[in-house]
């Protein structure tokens, strides 16, 4: 197995995690418009820009090994 390759399965396991804790609040009523919005504030912010930054080593990461 090479470094890429476990590289990219550290990155998909930590995004699924993320994911996941960003899940919590979502329910049903969200889908028909009955949220509030606010502002991503401390550790939602961080955990936030987290994902997206690892998503991108993701597929970056995806794209060099298609290659």
């Known amino acids: 197995m090479t470094p890429t ?5 550290l990155i998909a396991i930590t995004l699924i ?7 919590k609040g979502t329910g049903l009523g969200r889908n028909f418009g009955a949220s509030n919005y606010h ?3 401390g550790m939602e912010k961080t ?4 994902t997206v930054i ?4 993701f597929v970056g990461i995806s ?3 298609a290659l």
């Open 39 to 41: 502002t991503k504030r």
């Open 17 to 23: 995690f993320l994911i996941v804790i960003q899940a």
């Open 54 to 57: 690892l998503g991108m080593l």
């Open 63 to 65: 794209i060099t090994i």
């Open 5 to 9: 390759l476990v590289l990219q399965t």
């Open 47 to 50: 955990i936030f820009y987290a």
